[in-house]
């Protein structure tokens, strides 16, 4: 993170959904603090109107323009009114946006489904926001090819890992039971994943990450008739970060794009000629297809839109990884999708000791090994997500991590792309 404190967005302009509150208030005011021009995606325009407001006056010399609000509304629960959003913001506000930040979500909502049938939380966690990626396409590429990258950020959870798009995509959007907050927030990964396997095999240079927060209390939490109560309310307010925090992962994904694009065009031609780039990195085009965390997610049996070497865990080594670190290092300009976690949400108990993919477990004893351990492992997700924000104070971090194996699963991700450009009226692109 403190790599990352030189990083200066003035010139740029980002979109924040979600921004009257919470962390998508927190990411919008920490992105215009380091001078990039920040559009507000609310559906309420007076609540968005006052937070712009407010980020104005914390930032000395702060412009008028420096924080605008669209006279569109953003109401991610209708395509129509993505589209419409989407339509003024390409026009007026951001013909070349270089970073966009897919925050807003809900949860504990009823049962309840739009005119078009999708489930009210999968579209407005997952399908609205990918709509409006889709729809900003053409600003964000033009905003890669003026400053040579752009950046697309979906704020996920820690409890994608928990869930599974199952049966199928349709399910997850069409039926109550499979569209649940999990299952959205892994629906976010998965897409996440697919933006960036497209957007950089069609030589687009814009990066889609995806970002878990940790533990962070928010609004969110207050639609729930448990959680908006004592004793719950008081123990989330005591054991779960403040936004401001949780808002740090965000933005340290945001500017991990720029960064890397100003060291590579500080590094030497010659240097970068000279150093070894035998493991599948061309120094020409500084890309590199494979990370460190992506070998650990393979070695976990991890799904993923390109062929990957896998490493047996007992012929690995440590001066392999090194070299996997040295390799990310030198091709900072990478076509590898990343995951962000931060916290304990980023260690290895989370991360690496989960059950795997249950589609392994064939026989009657290892679907019972498979289901003792994700108890095991949820329990222990459950004492970290309690523990977090405590021991986060004394350990401030933000790292690259795998994301679960079911995020990389290719097949669950084109159907999602195609769900998304169709809703967005871009059928078959």
Known sequence: EARLSSVDLAGKTALVTGATSGLGEATARALAARGARVVLGVRDLRAGARVAREIRDSIEGCPEDRVVVPTTPLDLASNASVAAFAREVSSTHAPSLDVLVNNAGVNFLPESFTPEGI???????????????????????????????????????????????????????????????????????????????????????????????????????????????????FLLRTLYAPPTDGATAVVFACLVPFHEEG?????????????????????SDAISKTSAAEASAAMAGAYFPRDIPRESPKTKTKASLVRTFEQETLCSRSSRFRFYARGLFATKLVVRWGPKDSRDAKSRVERMRWFARYAVWGVATLLCTALDWPMRRLFRTTAEVPSSPGSYDERTGAALWEEAGEAAGLAGR
Do not use: M
């Open 119 to 233: 489930g009210v939380i999968a579209q407005i966690n997952f399908l609205g926001p990918a709509v409006l990626t889709r729809l900003l396409e053409e600003p964000l590429s033009r905003a890669a090819e003026r400053s040579g990258v752009a950046a697309v950020v979906h704020v996920s959870s820690v409890t994608h890992r928990y869930a599974a798009i199952a049966p199928d995509a349709s399910a997850f959007l069409r039926t109550w039971e499979h569209g649940s907050y999990a299952a959205s927030k892994l629906a976010n990964v998965v897409f996440a994943n697919e933006c960036q396997r497209r957007w950089w095999e069609a030589g687009k240079r814009i990066v889609s990450v995806a970002v878990d927060p940790g533990a962070v209390f928010s609004n969110l939490w207050l639609r729930d008739k448990f959680f908006s109560k004592p004793p719950a309310l």
């Open 263 to 283: 060291n590579e065009k500080s590094v030497d031609a010659e240097e970068r000629g000279n150093a070894d780039l035998s493991d599948g990195c061309d120094g």
